[in-house]
């Protein structure tokens, strides 16, 4: 059975990975706390926490809030800097086999160019994902990615200072993210990711206010996963690179939902936080379909959902 996936094919390097799922970014952290409870060898790849140039602290607490069939956060990109990431983490992935795609956000379009800049050859990373659809800071995240000039800016920026394989990761958080995957595919991205979380806001009515630190957060789980379902399907009419879809996957008939709407890959975000066995365990479903289906190639099943 062929399981293995290619997400960059127009790229030099590649981005070659054993089987299509991955562990999305912000839920695994840098990957090496996640190791120590699952076998990440047996993923596809795994995407580390948002990285600036600088150190962030974060929003203020709370920054988590269950919702019904979510979670709504506002961690506000708190992670330890690109310095940091490059002589502490990088050399720890150096030794894995699983690919490490590095997601990076900027307050501005030079901040994006300047993270990819470092990030090149650097032994250990794999891809960049670039974050413009984080809805939880002050300044640049999703506004980068909300409109499509922007976007294609924040993407010509990086491809031009880096040869690794470059990702870019999508808000749903606009009125069409047809126009906006286009844009970015025009400008040169090797794939695509989507969905980051949609914005919402929970009220503490004891306090009467809101109950968030940050004020309002972005939604994930199984409460997205009909948007982001959705969006996969309209992205994958309108670009013809590869898309990697997100949004409350939890088990293996989730994710081939994804991959039937037209994604090559999937990655699995806040199901590792109930259950960090969660993307194993949807790379198992994935098997037993393809075993009960009889079929040889996963590549057989991305976007054959088209409407009749
Ligand atoms: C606690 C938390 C932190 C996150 N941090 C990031 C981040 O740093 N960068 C990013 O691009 N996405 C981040 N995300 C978004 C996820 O990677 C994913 O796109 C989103 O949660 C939808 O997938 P899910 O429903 O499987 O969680 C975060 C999500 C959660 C729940």
């Known amino acids: 059975m062929k399981l293995c996936v290619e997400l960059a094919p127009h790229n030099q390097r590649g981005l070659h990975l054993q089987n299509p ?22 993923l596809g790849a795994i995407v580390c926490k948002g990285t600036t140039l600088s150190p962030r602290q974060g929003n203020p607490q709370p920054r988590l809030a269950e919702t019904a069939s979510g979670l709504l956060n506002s961690v506000g ?10 002589k502490e983490k990088a050399p720890i992935w150096a030794a894995w086999r699983v690919p490490v795609i590095v997601n990076i956000a900027g307050k501005s379009i030079e901040e994006y160019a300047e ?6 050859g650097v032994a250990g990373v794999s891809g960049i994902e670039v974050n413009v659809s984080c809805p939880n800071v002050a300044q640049g995240g999703m506004d980068f990615g ?17 040869t690794l394989p470059v990702i870019v990761k999508l808000t749903p958080n606009v009125a069409d993210i047809a126009q906006i995957a286009l844009a970015v595919a025009e400008a040169g991205a090797d794939a695509l990711s989507l969905i980051n979380t949609v914005v919402g806001l929970a009220i503490d009515i004891a306090g009467r206010r809101p109950f968030l630190g940050g004020i309002s957060g972005g939604l994930s789980g199984p409460a997205i996963k009909p948007i982001a379902l959705y969006m996969v399907y309209r992205v994958y009419q309108a670009v013809n690179i590869p898309i990697i879809g997100c949004g409350g996957i939890c088990c293996g008939d989730d994710a081939l939902e994804f991959i039937m709407a037209g994604a090559t890959a999937v990655q699995i975000g806040t199901a590792n936080l109930v259950n960090p066995n969660a993307p194993l365990e949807v790379l198992e479903g994935i098997e037993r379909f393809m075993e009960r ?13 088209k409407a009749p």
């Open 293 to 305: 289906e009889g079929m040889e190639d996963i590549a057989e099943l991305v976007g054959v959902a």
């Open 146 to 162: 909300q409109s499509p000039q922007a976007a294609a800016k924040v993407t010509s920026a990086v491809k031009s200072e880096t």
């Open 115 to 120: 993270l990819s800049r470092r990030l090149e």
């Open 77 to 86: 990109l708190q992670n330890i800097g690109i310095e940091a990431l490059i």
């Open 21 to 42: 799922v991955m562990a999305a970014s912000g839920t695994v952290g840098y990957g090496t706390e996640y190791a120590k409870v699952v076998d990440i060898e047996r």
